[in-house]
């Protein structure tokens, strides 16, 4: 029974006692027990202390013991079944056995150990339980101390009560209608190079009769994390992390080293983000360390790689699937935590080594945001009152209404951008709620409780930073790589797509603001991905102090409820043809939208319930519609062979296990960039 822990525990509980023994052996001289024998003892001592809580683990089951639920293991629950065939399949066949609402011994609806929880998959009851509790919850074993688990209980995601009603407050303002109208245009640019980037692919595999870089092939899923993490970086943060250059650098020493200037699409990817790795800062003070923009440019891709390799592992290191020995242990023995996660730090595993590390570039991007700004405001003052010619920062509109990127000669001092109170009065904003681009953090930084008058501090801002950097990043860029295997794998569903976007856009028109109303069948698209692959599969409340009902199932008080919302989403009985994709259902004027959508509120719910409700929900539609008209405008996407059915792997969200390779192929020849997107 307690092989696996004893396992999980003997191997680290070794390295680290063993990389401590020199200094333990010294500071023990003059006693006759060293601390490792100690620390010995203390281990024993917390594996008896750990026997005990398992022995009364029947207490956790009688609690529940009217509700039913699939057999557990002892101390390992359910792992066997969720380790098959993933959480979001096993909660689907355990809801059509045993029906709505069941109980299984889980930790986070991801990998299964000791603690119990209750299991909700009915449409109606989820949207009862997700607008009546508020409070999230994660019960995966985390064994982050110090500032990482400060900033992961200071988020967005996992404030309670009024500490989340004050975070909630200062972050609304940045997805108001004004908001996402200033948005649009950085949306666009972002949109625009991927598909630029694409059609130099197609071409080139057309040019070499489909063999030049294996055919054209490209992992669209890394392709749109390169796209999503660069909007969130130029909407919000008013930076250029270059995750989507793998070229412009070569181009740019090139010209660097022919005496020649660099080409205005060059020129403009060298950004803030830059100005803080030692090569932009010589160049730019024309040291001999680096010297031209092709130094900035090339220090901030990697720069860019390196954040956008973080996420990544944030996301997939964070999970106990791909978690290490100390994660599988602590799901095991939770009550064993502090002890486990010293121990991890002392002698981190690969896993745990990876994830620390991307931490680590995570928060220092944070708080070098953080820096940058409060740098900007300081000079803000005297820049107000130059006239826009002697401006040092030059803003071009690029794409034709594409993203506002900075000039090269913004490299090492890029501009602040524009106070809040300028951004209300900004033309065109749609009222005073509006956030001019790239103000996120300012909205943060001034936030003050209503109370307390108490502002954040730095961790707490980094904490807003990172959530906004992580959730905008990986679960759009999901949804966006299941639209595209969609559209691909259904040639109806494809030549509906382009029909509208060709009546709307035509071949080169890039969308504007006016155009998104009159593309639904684009969002209707980008719905029906959502509703059989939602990236957020299951989301978990808490029952507070007091006992609540549902479906008939009294739940007593700290009761985890797991909102099942990839089963919720494949219910035949609310969803006819439930596997099949059909975006027509999410359109009003269609017969089938009566069928779900105007018969049963909410049960289309990728986003959350409530006023828990993800806050950037209409952000992340906003960019996927702009990102497949962009897209579809110009390309389609054939599947590699062998890739249907795609298989989706479920740790913190639902993801294409391999990316997702296809060869785009060319529709219309993309018009050369114009002045203003150059």
């Not at 009688?62 to 096993?90: D, T």
């Not at 932009?280 to 956008?308: K, V, Y």
């Amino acid at each position: 029974m307690f092989a696996e822990a004893a396992e999980a525990l003997r191997a680290p509980l070794v390295e680290a006692l063993s990389g401590s023994r020199g200094s333990a052996t010294t500071a023990s001289s003059g006693s006759s027990t060293s601390w490792p024998s100690l620390l010995g003892y203390a281990l024993l001592a917390a594996l008896l202390l750990e026997i005990l809580v398992i022995l009364l683990e029947p207490f956790q089951r009688w609690r529940l013991r009217h509700i039913p639920g699939p057999p557990a293991l002892p101390l390992v629950g359910c792992v066997p079944q969720i380790l098959r065939m993933g959480s979001p399949i096993f909660f689907q066949q355990c809801y059509q056995k045993y029906g709505p609402v069941f109980k299984a011994s889980v930790a986070a609806g991801v990998a299964l150990g000791r603690r119990w929880a209750v299991v909700i998959a009915d449409a109606e009851l989820m949207r009862q339980v997700g607008f009546k509790l508020r409070n999230h919850v994660i019960v995966e074993a985390s064994l982050m101390r110090g500032v990482f688990r400060k900033m992961d209980q200071a988020g967005l995601f996992l404030a309670k009560d009024d500490q989340w009603k004050f975070i909630r407050s200062a972050w609304q303002p940045a997805f108001s209608a004004g908001s996402l109208s200033g948005y649009l245009p950085r949306m666009l640019g972002c949109a625009d190079d991927l598909a630029r980037r694409l059609e130099a692919r197609a071409v080139e595999a057309e040019a070499e009769g489909g063999s030049g870089k294996a055919g054209g092939r490209v992992d669209m899923w890394r392709e749109l994390g390169s796209m999503t993490l660069q909007v969130v970086g130029s909407t919000a943060y008013g930076v250029d992390f270059l995750t989507m250059e793998d070229s412009t650098a070569g181009e740019a020493r090139q010209h660097r080293d022919s005496g020649k200037p660099p080409a205005p699409a060059v020129k403009k990817n060298a950004v803030a983000v830059a100005a803080t790795t030692p090569a932009a800062t010589a160049a730019a003070a024309g040291a001999p360390g680096g010297d031209s923009i092709g130094d900035i440019t090339a220090a901030a891709s990697q720069c860019g790689r390196e954040l956008m390799r973080a996420c990544a592992d944030v996301f997939r290191y964070g999970s106990a699937y791909h978690g290490g020995r100390y994660m599988r242990a602590a799901i095991l023995l939770p009550e064993l935590r502090p002890l486990l996660s010293w121990m991890a730090h002392a002698a981190p595993d690969w896993p745990f080594k990876r994830i620390l590390t991307a931490r680590t570039k995570l928060r220092n991007t944070c708080l070098s945001l953080i820096a940058d700004w409060e740098a900007k405001q300081r000079q803000e003052p005297a820049m107000v009152s130059e006239s826009a010619e002697d401006a040092s920062v030059q803003l071009h509109n690029g794409g034709g209404g594409g993203g506002m990127i900075r000039d090269a000669a913004a490299a090492a001092e890029p501009s602040p951008p524009p106070s809040l109170a300028a951004a209300a009065k900004a033309p065109g904003s749609r009222g005073a709620t509006a956030v001019e681009p790239g103000s996120f953090l300012g909205l943060i930084l001034a936030a003050r409780d209503k109370t307390t008058g108490q502002a954040l501090d730095n961790d707490e801002v980094a904490a807003q930073v990172q959530t906004f950097i992580l959730a905008g990043y990986e679960t759009t860029a999901n949804a966006l790589t299941f639209a595209v295997y969609s559209v691909a794998k259904n040639p109806e569903v494809e030549r509906r797509l382009l029909a509208e976007i060709d009546e709307v856009l035509g071949p080169d028109r890039l969308p504007t603001e006016a155009d998104l109303p009159r593309l639904p069948y684009t969002e209707a698209v980008f719905n029906e991905a959502l509703r059989l692959y939602p990236p957020a599969h299951s989301t978990i409340r808490e029952v507070a102090s007091s006992p609540i009902d549902v479906g008939g199932y009294k739940m007593p008080p700290g009761t985890s409820l797991i909102l099942a919302v990839y089963a919720s989403h494949r219910d035949p009985r609310v969803w006819p043809r439930v596997e099949e994709f059909i975006p027509e259902r999410f359109m009003p004027t269609s017969p089938l939208y009566p069928e779900v959508c105007s018969r049963v509120p909410n049960a289309h719910a990728p986003f959350g319930y409530g006023v828990r409700m993800c806050i950037g929900w209409k952000f992340a539609v906003q960019e996927a519609k702009i990102a497949l008209a962009r897209l579809y405008q110009r390309l389609r996407f054939e599947l590699e062979p062998g890739l249907s059915p795609m298989v989706a792997a479920a740790a913190l969200t639902l993801a294409p296990k391999d990316g997702l390779w296809v060869r785009p192929v060319l529709r219309h020849p993309l018009p050369p960039a114009s002045p203003a997107q150059q």
